[in-house]
């Protein structure tokens, strides 16, 4: 089955404890992102991947990393998390870099920071 | 930048009435555009696509879109409303310049009465 798969589910963890999100993707898909969702604000992107090794910031990257060294896979690090980091995550990903065929999301991750 | 405005954040809607959620985006060049829903803790589902072929877009679970380049809108519109669709439901938009990148709207949440 083509999917997104995340994880973990749900996430709490205390401040300025290093954690990593992992996402995978098994559609060959060349283009991943991250976003955060927040009630109100809707998804904002985080960073995204155009392909192995190319990354590069979306709109709130503050806090945190990305890394793509396998084409399926595209971790978010949060190297010091802080309570404002407490959202919806997810990973999304597209066959095209264009932005024409959509997105395939991961299922989330519900992160608490204490 | 492109930016994404959805007209009402809570909708209610009886069963068997018609659904009408409003999308607005700013770009003067015509993007790829999306409609988005969201089950309760679930990741997001694609519901339907523009990407500049028909202006009227049919999708999954009997939803439909229409595309107006003059009003720069992407109305969703489903005719009879079941329980089962309430979710949120998010708009988003792709400038095919911007590397695939989508922009959300808020979203808004759909409430089905009896």
């Known amino acids: 089955e083509a999917q997104v798969t995340q994880n973990p589910r749900y996430l709490i963890t205390v401040t300025g404890k290093k954690l990593t999100v992992t996402c995978s993707q098994n559609?060959?898909?060349?283009?991943m992102s991250w976003y955060r969702q927040d009630p109100g604000l809707g998804l904002r992107q985080i960073y995204y991947?155009?392909?192995?090794?190319?990354?590069d910031k979306g709109d709130v990257p503050e806090g945190y990393k990305v890394s793509r060294k396998e084409k399926r896979n595209f971790p978010l690090i949060l190297e010091s998390p802080s309570p404002n980091q407490t959202s919806l995550y997810f990973c999304?990903?597209?066959?095209?870099?264009?932005?024409?065929?959509?997105?395939?999301f991961g299922s989330g991750t519900r992160l608490t920071v204490v | 930048a492109q930016s994404v405005t959805q007209l009402g954040s809570h909708v209610s809607v009886s069963e068997g009435a018609l659904v009408l959620l409003r999308c607005n985006y700013s770009s003067s060049v015509p993007p790829y555009l999306f409609w988005y829903v969201q089950y309760p803790n679930q990741g997001l589902q694609l519901l339907l696509k523009?990407?500049?072929?028909?202006?009227l877009v049919k999708g999954i679970n009997g939803f439909e879109a229409e595309f107006k380049k003059s009003e720069t809108s992407f109305h969703l519109t489903k005719p009879s409303a079941h329980m089962s669709d309430a979710a949120e439901y998010f708009c988003?938009?792709?400038?095919?310049?911007?590397?695939?990148?989508?922009?959300f709207g808020a979203g808004t949440q759909v409430v089905v009465t009896p």
């Open positions: 988003a938009v792709s400038d095919p310049d911007s590397w695939g990148k989508l922009q």
């Open positions: 559609m060959n898909h060349e283009y």
């Open positions: 523009y990407t500049s072929a028909a202006t």
């Open positions: 991947s155009m392909n192995v090794e190319v990354t």
């Open positions: 999304a990903s597209s066959l095209s870099i264009a932005g024409a065929d959509g997105y395939t």
